[in-house]
């Protein structure tokens, strides 16, 4: 049984690290903690953050075309 979730795990985070959404994702939480040490002020912050987030938007919507 242990095995079995072994490799549903490592199938899951092998997903995860091939997710275009995951990593734009995770480019947006970095630029979100490191805004200060980047020098942005919130208006550039929230611009980057829209963009992620049309980025996520554009890619989800690929993502469900692709699959037909």
Same mark, same amino acid.
């Given at each position: 049984?242990?095995?079995?979730?072994?490799?549903?795990?490592?199938?899951?985070v092998k997903q995860m690290l091939n997710s275009k959404k995951f990593w734009y994702a995770l480019i947006g939480v970095l630029t979100t903690l490191l805004s200060d040490t980047l020098g942005l002020n919130p208006e550039e912050v929230n611009?980057?953050?829209?963009?992620? $987030? $049309?980025l996520i938007l554009g890619q989800g919507?690929?993502?469900?075309?692709?699959?037909?």
């Open positions: 049984m242990s095995n079995l979730f072994s490799w549903f795990q490592g199938l899951f611009n980057i953050l829209m963009s992620i $987030a $049309a919507f690929a993502d469900m075309n692709k699959k037909k």
